[in-house]
């Protein structure tokens, strides 16, 4: 069974700085799609970004981006220029590429708490 | 936008009522999905749905059930609420175009049984 794992609970970075957050995945499939979603005190999740498994180029989307090693099963966020409002959980999620049935489920890490000091 | 509403943010019930949680989405989407999200331990699913009538298990179906009449409309029932389903309560959909689609999600109900 494939399983998503958050390492860091908590984080912290003054506002305009870099933060990482890292997830590890376990897997034996090749082909699937892993994802970064934000969950503000406001509660609803939203996709920060989305890396196919076969795409050996790291996605990026404005301030935040990849670092995804495929053979290290590792898949990091990256915010540049943090900013007060990415203050959020953010989670970690697995899927597989093929089609139907429960294979449309998404698998998630724990969460890592990301707090922005002004 | 998509649009996925859930009925309420806070809900609190009594120890063996039945309970229900409605989730709306507006999208047309194939799939909606129940999670259940708990400090600790990220989002579990608990039942999804990828069509009318059609539903599979997640990974923490019991104590709970589900329906879907229309495809709009995804309902989560816990039979006989117990103190162990407090919880926040998360509705998603998704296309089933592709597996890359990603989900929408609501805004949760945070659900308290006494």
């Known amino acids: 069974a494939q399983t998503v794992t958050q390492s860091q609970p908590e984080m912290s970075v003054q506002e305009a700085e870099t933060v990482t957050l890292s997830c590890t995945y376990d897997?034996?499939?090749?082909?699937?799609?892993l994802f970064w979603y934000k969950q503000p005190p406001s509660r609803q999740m939203i996709l920060v970004i989305r890396?196919?498994?076969?795409?050996?180029q790291n996605a990026t989307e404005n301030r935040f981006s990849v670092n995804f090693q495929k053979a290290a099963k590792s898949f990091s966020l990256k915010i540049s220029d943090s900013q007060l409002g990415d203050a959020a959980m953010y989670f970690c999620?697995?899927?597989?590429?093929?089609?139907?049935?429960?294979?449309?489920?998404?698998?998630f890490g724990t969460g890592t708490l990301l707090a922005v000091q002004p | 936008d998509v649009k996925v509403t859930q009925s309420s943010r806070y809900l609190v019930k009594r120890t063996g009522e039945k309970v229900f949680l409605e989730c709306v989405q507006d999208m047309d989407h194939e799939n909606m999905f129940w999670y259940r999200q708990d400090p600790g331990l990220g989002l579990r699913l608990i039942y999804f749905?990828?069509?009318?009538?059609?539903?599979e298990k997640g990974d923490i179906p019991e104590g709970y059930s589900v329906s879907r009449e229309k495809k709009e409309r995804f309902s989560l029932i816990l039979e006989s609420a117990s103190t162990n389903q407090t919880s926040m309560y998360l509705c998603?959909?998704?296309?089933?175009?592709?597996?890359?689609?990603?989900?929408?999600f609501g805004d949760g109900t945070r659900l308290s049984i006494l």
């Open positions: 998603a959909s998704s296309f089933s175009g592709g597996a890359n689609q990603p989900q929408h």
């Open positions: 890396q196919e498994a076969y795409k050996q």
């Open positions: 999620a697995y899927k597989r590429r093929k089609y139907g049935g429960a294979t449309n489920k998404l698998i």
């Open positions: 897997t034996s499939e090749s082909d699937y799609y």
């Open positions: 749905s990828y069509d009318v009538k059609m539903k």
